[in-house]
């Protein structure tokens, strides 16, 4: 992982290497969140500063029960907790404690740009035909997202590919407001994209990503799942009847089993050229077994954790609230010299 992460370049002024990143608690974690975003959480532990983020702001850019919204908050929260986010390592809290990420979302707003915002693949997928149906906090969603990244300073995000445009309006966002107010002041943020799997397929379909709102649970392994219901879900997963390949290439036109292989591979944290040395020849009889083995092993001891931490969420309230005041005091210097900047006026008190 150190190797994949280098400080930009672009800008003249020396930022500390911070990491930033979050997950939207609107629905429990699956596969797909573990390996796209919390296993590289916790391997960058250790290399620089990390903040991690429950954006429950961004949660609510469509309808949301509010009890529910709480009860997942806290279970997300225990999710990382339990993957191995070490609140003593890591700051952790949820977003709508620290008033500084809504604060400067709204300067971003004025300093991003229709057109931007309106070509932002996401914003066309989930308002789709009914866009004015939809919530402005909807179509504005990147723009608080780069809020939330350099309300912070952060250097680098580790994002899925579906999120990769977000950080590159968030780096269009930074230089436009450093050009506009001729200053230097907001870094030019890299995403960190790496790993087999940081896309994460359905379990039924393996061309449409996996989902906590898929209608099908056995689409997807929840992080809340035991192991008897993990083995099972990977023993029914969708493949084809063709044997493994001896190359990722022998994959391509293959999305079920492309997908299986390339779980394998994050869990194992092996190559996918590896797992293919090891299966080649062999078929998804022998294969699927021994992914439902190893999933097992990586993940019932996450979800029993979990159930333990879930018994005490007033703990898990502590926590986020220690996290809270952790990133409020990184925030509010950031979010006052943009006040200055920009021109605002406050009182010292």
Request: aromatic share 6%; net charge neutral.
């Amino acid at each position: 992982m150190a190797d994949a992460i280098q400080t930009p370049h672009a800008s003249q002024t020396k930022f500390s290497p911070r990491v930033f990143s979050g997950i939207q608690p609107s629905g429990g974690l699956t596969l797909g969140n573990y390996l796209g975003a919390l296993k590289r959480f916790v391997a960058m532990q250790g290399q620089m500063e990390t903040i991690y983020c429950l954006v429950d702001l961004h949660a609510i850019t469509v309808w949301q029960e509010p009890e529910r919204l709480r009860q997942q908050t806290r279970e997300a929260a225990a999710g990382f907790i339990a993957a191995g986010i070490d609140p003593a390592r890591s700051i952790l809290f949820n977003q709508s404690q620290v008033s500084a990420h809504a604060e400067l979302g709204w300067i971003f707003n004025c300093v991003a740009r229709m057109g931007w915002m309106s070509r932002m693949t996401q914003w066309k997928d989930k308002a789709g035909k009914n866009a004015e149906a939809a919530s402005l906090g909807l179509f504005a969603y990147p723009s608080l997202m780069a809020a939330d990244i350099l309300v912070y300073h952060a250097t680098h995000v580790p994002v899925g590919e579906d999120q990769k445009q977000h950080v590159e309006l968030t780096r269009d966002i930074a230089a436009k407001f450093n050009h506009d107010y001729k200053v230097d002041f907001f870094p030019l943020t890299e995403p960190v994209i790496e790993g087999a799997a940081t896309r994460v397929m359905s379990l039924r379909d393996g061309t449409k990503k996996m989902s906590k709102s898929d209608p099908s649970d056995q689409s997807r392994i929840n992080l809340t799942d035991d192991a008897d219901t993990i083995a099972s879900k990977f023993r029914k997963a969708r493949t084809d009847a063709e044997l493994l390949p001896d190359t990722p290439e022998g994959l391509k036109d293959r999305p079920e089993a492309r997908n299986l292989v390339n779980i394998y591979a994050a869990l194992a944290d092996l190559t996918v050229e590896e797992v293919l040395a090891d299966y080649a020849g062999r078929g998804f009889a022998v294969f699927k077994p021994a992914l439902a083995d190893l999933a097992v092993a990586k993940l019932a001891p996450i979800s029993t954790e979990m159930q333990r931490l879930m018994a005490d969420p007033a703990e898990i309230d502590r926590i986020l609230g220690a996290g809270a005041e952790k990133a409020d005091a990184i925030a509010q210097p950031i979010l006052a010299k943009t006040l200055e900047i920009t021109g605002m006026i406050r009182s010292r008190r």
